[in-house]
């Protein structure tokens, strides 16, 4: 099937096109899968051939892997179809010797991120997870990484599952509304900080913050625009240059 798509020009050039995307939002989570480091060296190695299949398969190269991105992601549309189906599994049960581990990774992911060493705190965020998926904390320091690594969709995601565990951590909906203001979502990002804000009054960076996103929100009304994107159209995924000061600290 080795087209070369540059433009479609009638319904099946659209319908191999579509197929491309969907190609390339699985693609692009199984890459995510691997830098998650949660697999092992025959689970990452069967996976990376998955990835290599589909690539060969549905022509996607570097170049058109770009233009072929859609948001939400693929892992979002499930998750808002289905709802995380965890919920209706058993819990893992999590020993103190689990919790002991999982507490010192968490350390670790601290101080990568205090030497800016991102990908290596995911990497021990996302183990502290494996350990205990039950602590909100680990999640909520996993946004941080990937929003430091331009990956805010995974950031929100993070986010939301910390604030399912703990619906009063006021980190969580801080980090969310950073991570929507990175995606140029500032209504969205006003609301999180005022959520933050009601739950910690006194911090300072949620109050900055917020009278960021509500500047940014005017301007884009007063542009004709909204707080948002239009439909169908991927967001920025880069920090604004008002945004840049805000600073990530993790529990």
């Known amino acids: 099937m080795q087209r070369i798509m540059t433009s479609p020009q009638n319904k099946d050039d659209i319908a191999f096109v579509n197929k491309q995307r969907l190609a390339s939002s699985i693609v692009k989570f199984l890459s995510e899968e691997i830098n998650c480091k949660l697999l092992n060296d025959e689970e990452t190695e069967s996976v990376e051939v998955a ?12 170049e058109n892997r770009e233009k072929l991105n859609v948001e939400p992601s693929l892992q979002e549309v499930f998750e808002s179809v289905c709802g995380h189906i965890e ?46 998926p ?9 946004a941080a990484a990937y929003s430091k690594l331009n990956r805010h969709n995974e950031a929100v995601s993070d ?17 969310m509304g950073i991570a929507y203001s990175a995606l140029e979502q500032h209504g969205m990002a006003a609301d999180l900080y005022r959520k933050a ?20 929100v005017s301007e884009m009304s007063s542009a004709g625009g909204g707080g948002g994107l239009p439909p169908g159209l991927p967001p920025s995924v880069t920090f604004s240059t008002t945004q840049r000061w805000c600073r990530w600290r993790v529990g």
Not at 51 to 56: G, H, V
Not at 134 to 142: I, L
Not at 161 to 175: E, V
């Open 51 to 62: 990835i290599d299949c589909l690539k060969n398969v549905y022509n996607l190269t570097t």
């Open 87 to 132: 919920e209706e599994l058993p819990r893992k049960e999590v020993t103190e010797a689990d919790k002991e581990n999982a507490e010192a990774l968490k350390v670790q992911g601290n101080a990568a991120m205090k030497v800016n060493d991102h990908e290596l705190a995911l990497e021990k965020y996302s183990e502290a997870i494996k350990l205990d």
């Open 134 to 142: 039950y602590n909100h904390v680990y999640y909520s320091n996993r």
């Open 159 to 175: 986010c939301e599952r910390a604030l399912s565990i703990d619906p009063s951590y006021s980190k969580a909906y801080g980090r």
């Open 197 to 216: 804000l009601e739950l910690d009054p006194d911090n300072e960076t949620y109050r900055n913050n917020l009278t960021i996103s509500e500047q940014k």
